[in-house]
T-cell receptor, first 113, second 111 residues
Framework: DTEVTQTPKHLVMGMTNKKSLKCEQH?????MYWYKQKAKKPPELMFV???????INESVPSRFSPECPNSSLLNLHLHALQPEDSALYLC????????????FGDGTRLSIL | QKEVEQNSGPLSVPEGAIASLNCTYS??????FFWYRQYSGKSPELIMS????GDKEDGRFTAQLNKASQYVSLLIRDSQPSDSATYLC???????????FGKGTHLIIQP
């Protein structure tokens, strides 16, 4: 069991759907991250939030929209995704953005039809 | 461009032997280094973190860092079949840039 909880675990959606991925941590961490991982590839950083403010957006398409409602929650809103967006989406958190290990949730496996 | 390089393997090691995993990084500004273990279909699990030159031991795992050579390694003693996984090396430059991962080394422990 991980201390970073992601829901849902699996999601299948059409290209015209709107859905959201959710992430929650109760470790008091002030940095949260979204990564995308394709099969047999390493995780790729998408977004970094530090103290609930977006600090890094790694040139991610606008069809992915992050939101950090409070220090424990992180959402990723999805709209008009493409089949190539099918991947494992990982949330992570750390005490702060620098020099601290990141702890990952179990991920959401996303399939775009 | 910040890069982390790992031999993708597979690296096959007999049960009970020492598994040695290596990693190099390109960004001299990198300050923090992490090893993650990832089983197929699962998320990365933190194994070790290391911040200063030298060795750091935790149970059967030893991480080694040499900043002059830009080299990080992970030794696994008394390898067990349950150690079979992909091991990801990650580097974090100073600041808020997030982690840069290597492509991972697929380790197979042969019973």
């Amino acid at each position: 069991d991980t201390e970073v909880t992601q829901t849902p675990k699996h999601l299948v959606m059409g290209m015209t759907n709107k859905k959201s991925l959710k992430c929650e941590q109760h470790m008091g961490h002030r940095a949260m991250y979204w990564y995308k991982q394709k099969a047999k590839k390493p995780p790729e950083l998408m977004f970094v939030y530090s103290y609930e403010k977006l600090s890094i957006n790694e040139s991610v398409p606008s069809r992915f929209s992050p939101e950090c409602p409070n220090s424990s929650l992180l959402n990723l809103h999805l709209h008009a995704l493409q089949p190539e967006d099918s991947a494992l989406y990982l949330c992570a958190s750390s005490q702060r953005v620098a020099d601290q290990p990141q702890h990952f949730g179990d991920g959401t496996r996303l399939s775009i039809l | 461009q910040k890069e982390v390089e790992q031999n993708s393997g597979p690296l096959s090691v007999p049960e009970g032997a020492i598994a040695s995993l290596n990693c190099t990084y390109s960004d001299r500004g990198s300050q923090s280094f992490f090893w993650y273990r990832q089983y197929s279909g699962k998320s990365p699990e933190l194994i070790m973190s290391i911040y200063s030159n030298g060795d750091k031991e935790d149970g059967r795992f030893t991480a080694q860092l040499n900043k002059a050579s830009q080299y990080v390694s992970l030794l696994i003693r008394d390898s067990q079949p349950s150690d079979s996984a992909t091991y990801l090396c990650a580097a974090e430059p100073g600041g808020a840039d997030g982690l840069t991962f290597g492509k991972g080394t697929h380790l197979i422990i042969q019973p």
